[in-house]
């Protein structure tokens, strides 16, 4: 089952390192948000860039393995250890989807405090 995973992840490496390198300076900025001279706010922002684009493939990730486990659950019939591992996959996907974006909106909430200029709402 794992290598059907990092299978479905390789092939969305072409699209990651396409938008990765895309120029800065153009009319939709890639992932990079510097070439050179770059500061710890362009970190900051390449950090959030990079965890956006996960966020942004997550879902199609999941979409593909929800199918398998359609696809599982359809073609159980009278197996009942099939129908329970379609219905792990479907259990596991969703638990992942949720951590996921939990932890997109802790990692966000760290960057955004970060990256802003005026700390008054932290009593400073």
């Not at 948000?33 to 959030?48: N, Y």
């Amino acid at each position: 089952m794992m290598y059907r995973v990092f299978f479905a992840l390789s092939l969305l490496f072409p699209a990651f390192a396409a938008r990765a390198f895309e120029h800065p300076g153009g009319a939709e900025k890639g992932i990079v948000p510097c070439v050179d001279a770059c500061d710890f706010k362009d970190f900051i922002a390449l950090l959030k860039n990079a965890i956006d684009f996960g966020i942004y493939v997550a879902p199609m990730i999941a979409a593909i393995i929800f199918a398998y486990g359609g696809f599982l659950y359809m073609t159980a019939g009278s197996n009942q250890g099939q129908t329970e591992k379609a219905k792990e996959v479907f259990r596991l996907t969703l638990i992942g989807l949720v951590f996921v974006f939990g932890a997109w909106l802790i990692v966000n909430t760290v960057l955004s405090t970060l990256t802003t200029s005026d700390f008054s709402i932290l009593g400073g």
